[in-house]
């Protein structure tokens, strides 16, 4: 059996925010607000990633929530009619750790032309012992082909709610099975980049970690972990050349690969709690990859991240 990372250890799966914005950049909840309304959805970490603003800091140090370090920043390069850009959020480790940035540190927009330019912005976020996030491709008008080449990304925006709720856009994975089609091993999160008090607490990532800065950061990196907008996912694995997943009550469950078309099985009563598909031709495994959808009755998603084969 190959089970995905996220369902197998013994840590308890923890609840966190990896993209919102605060008053420190253009956010409209103070970071002490953002904080607690966090901690009243049940959140166990969270990284306040103001623009090009890096922050350690708890603003609410009673609430017990673990401040995962960052910031978001940001490319623009192509304007006039319209504009495509890049936006990156990096998320590291104590300044103890090894974290090169400073609290407070304040950075201008990079100036690259195009993605190739644009890796010099990411390897100086790397060689600071961040690791990086590849923002709402489709808000940023940058299908896979303006991106493809970018290296060091250990996940892309698969859900953003910001970008959902205002724009309809960025809300089921766009572009990220082109990716992984190439051979790319790139992770999908959920995300909110909250702006507005609404938008916040909407996306999320369920991580198999320790409460802890450098736990979750590992377990991120590894891939151990699933995103969600509500429905939840217990076990995700292949086997006997099956994929086989269960989760939470469930209306329709989607498995997905590259060079597939997408296999669905749904459930009219929205109790499908068990899904499983052959990926197997003739004894061989034909998909170099595969990855899960769970959506619920109320049309909330949950994504599994990939099983490499």
């Known amino acids: 059996m190959k089970q995905q990372q996220a369902f197998s250890g013994s840590e308890r799966m923890l609840k966190g925010g990896l993209h919102c914005h605060t008053t420190r950049s253009d956010g409209k909840g103070s970071p002490e607000e953002v904080i607690r309304y966090h901690h009243q959805h049940g959140y166990d970490f969270l990284a306040l990633t103001d623009h090009r603003v890096y922050n350690f800091k708890n603003y609410a140090p009673d609430v017990p929530i673990t401040i995962i370090p960052g910031m978001e920043m940001d490319a623009v390069f192509e304007e006039g009619q319209g504009f495509r850009c890049f936006h990156i959020v990096c998320i590291g480790p104590a300044k103890e750790d090894g ?23 990411l390897d100086d976020i790397h060689a600071k012992g961040n690791l990086t996030i590849y923002c709402h491709p489709e808000w940023s008008s940058t299908p896979a082909r303006y991106f493809d080449r970018l290296r060091g990304n250990f996940a892309m925006e698969i859900w ?7 724009d309809d856009m960025d809300t089921d994975a766009a572009y990220w099975d082109e990716l992984l089609g190439q051979g790319q091993i790139l992770y999908g999160v959920a995300t909110d980049d909250g702006h507005p008090m609404y938008q ?12 802890n800065i450098n736990s979750i ?15 939840e996912i217990y076990d995700f694995y292949v086997e006997n050349g099956k994929a086989v997943i269960e989760c939470s009550p469930a209306a329709k469950i989607r498995f997905h690969c590259d060079k597939h078309p997408t ?3 749904r459930a009219e009563t929205g109790q499908l709690t068990h899904a499983e598909i ?5 004894g061989v495994l034909d998909y170099p990859y595969v990855r899960a959808t769970v959506i619920d009755e109320n049309g909330k998603y949950a994504w599994t991240n990939p099983i490499f084969l």
Not at 200 to 211: D, F, S
């Open 99 to 121: 974290n090169g940035y400073e609290q407070d540190q304040r950075l201008e927009s990079d100036r690259s032309r195009n993605q190739e330019e644009f890796q010099s912005c």
């Open 160 to 166: 953003n709610s910001g970008c959902a709720m205002e």
């Open 200 to 211: 916040h607490c909407n996306g999320w990532v369920m991580v198999r970690a320790e409460n």
């Open 217 to 231: 950061l590992a377990a991120l990196k590894n891939g151990a972990f699933y995103s969600s907008c509500g429905p």
């Open 263 to 265: 296999r669905i099985q």
């Open 278 to 282: 052959n990926i197997s031709h003739n």
